[in-house]
């Protein structure tokens, strides 16, 4: 049974009131398969092994201390967006703006979480790597048959129509590569030190320490490697491209707003269903009555764009964050880029750098043009995507250096 939300009221319900009673995960075809069967965060089921695993990245991962030992890595990859973009901007060449700022994302993600620079691999290039990301997210977010129909039907509609084969391929297209990335770290013998995500789980693996009641196995590692591929780098770089498309479509706001805006995440969340929800037990929402083991799907896109807590709600206005306190924290349930309650996402303040620090790099040093003979009418906002919804045509934009 599914029962959809579209009012930030009822999310204030789910999220907050009933957070507890509906915070696991339903067990999807696809999101099992892409989890390494539950083994990760995002897709695995409410109890002790999500709490551990999650405080584990919360470890390794999003620390403070983390966090500022890596500031080279951002430095680093910040230094190069900028050096791309400005040969493009000396021969004023169109710049498809998805290309730099998936690099940019990726390059920093992949050294933070894997301790890997996917620019000097021979095993992956760029573009595959985002092939992958974009290819895995369109399995993860569709369903199979085999959910509705759990028996044999389902299971032969789903080989029959092709979506098995698919969903396959991606998959073992992925786990090559983590266990490309695996190897790597095995050969240089650099999960001795510690030094990021990947060494610190096959430690565990290789001196077996119980973690609460359970071991950790290379399932859970490639789960949490398929969390952060897929869940660290595409939802910013979605973001950023949402946010230089309305910038551009508003160039008063383009040359006023060189500071951090919340205003995008509200028209355009880069995951606008977040991720499901499975009620543990039954519960009343809205004075509803509500089964066990209904699954719940969240809208935040149609909540922020809701005209009973938004004024002129589908106007770009960035302003009207600066007299409030509403912020995309998870307090506010009119605005949820990164969800809220206990399966909130984790990575949002290093989601926040990322962007934040890529937008600042394109407006600090470039201005922005569109291509000659085009208008803003011109630009094309169609959405595509399954989990996470992106801008459909390529933002393609001619940069000017303004600062050096
Ligand atoms: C701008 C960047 C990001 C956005 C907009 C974003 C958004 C989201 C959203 C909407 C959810 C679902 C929340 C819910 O269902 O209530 C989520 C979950 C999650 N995110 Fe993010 N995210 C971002 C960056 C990251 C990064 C950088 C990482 C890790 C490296 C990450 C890891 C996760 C994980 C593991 C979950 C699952 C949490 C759980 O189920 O317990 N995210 N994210």
């Not at 959809?4 to 009673?21: F, G, I, N, Q």
């Not at 910013?236 to 498309?245: A, D, F, K, L």
């Not at 990575?347 to 407006?363: F, K, P, Q, R, V």
Request: aromatic content about 10%; charged content about 25%.
């Amino acid at each position: 049974m599914f029962f959809y939300l579209y009012l930030s009221s009822s999310a204030k319900e789910v999220l907050k009131t009933h957070d507890l009673e509906t915070c696991t995960r339903p067990k999807m075809v696809t999101t099992g398969l892409f989890s390494y069967n539950f083994k990760d965060i995002g897709f695995t089921q409410y109890g002790e092994e999500w709490g551990e695993m999650k405080k584990l990245i919360g470890l390794e991962l999003f620390s403070p201390k983390t966090q500022k030992s890596f500031r080279y890595i951002r430095e680093e990859e910040s230094d190069l967006l900028v050096k791309k973009i400005s040969k493009s901007a000396q021969t004023q060449t169109l710049v498809d703006l998805g290309k730099p700022l998936f690099s940019f994302t990726a390059g920093i993600i992949f050294r933070l979480a894997f301790g890997q620079n996917f620019r000097k691999c021979d095993f992956i290039d760029r573009e595959r790597v985002e092939e992958l990301v974009v290819e895995s997210e369109t399995n993860v977010g569709t369903l199979a048959f085999s959910d509705f129909f759990p028996t044999g039907l389902g299971w032969l509609i789903d080989r029959l129509s092709g979506q098995s084969s698919r969903m396959n391929k991606v998959f073992s297209k992925l786990t090559n590569l983590f266990e490309h990335v695996i190897d790597d770290h095995l050969k240089t013998e650099q999960h001795q030190d510690h030094s990021n995500l990947i060494s610190a789980m096959l430690n565990m693996i290789n001196k077996p320490t119980n973690i609460g009641s359970f071991k950790i196995t290379s399932d859970h590692l490639k789960g949490v490697m398929s969390d952060v591929f897929l869940a660290g780098v595409n939802a910013g770089v979605i973001t950023m491209i949402w946010t230089m498309t309305e910038l551009t479509r508003h160039p008063r706001v383009m040359k006023k707003l060189q500071k951090k805006d919340s205003s995008n995440t509200r028209l355009h969340p880069p995951a606008p269903l977040l991720l499901p929800r499975l009620t543990m037990s039954d519960v009343t929402i809205q004075g509803y009555n509500i089964p066990k083991n209904t699954m719940i799907e969240i809208n935040t896109y149609t909540i922020g764009r809701d005209p009973k807590c938004w004024t002129n709600p589908e106007e770009f206005i960035p302003e009207r964050f600066s007299n409030t306190s509403i912020n995309y924290k998870g307090q506010h349930f009119e605005l949820l880029p990164f969800g809220a309650g206990r399966r909130s996402c984790p990575g949002m303040s290093l989601g926040i750098t990322i962007l934040e620090l890529g937008l600042l790099n394109l407006l600090y040093f470039f201005d922005w043009r569109l291509p000659n003979g085009m208008t803003i009418a011109d630009i094309d906002m169609e959405e595509v995507g399954a989990l996470n919804i992106a801008k459909k045509v390529p933002l393609e934009l001619v940069p000017t250096l303004h600062h050096s």
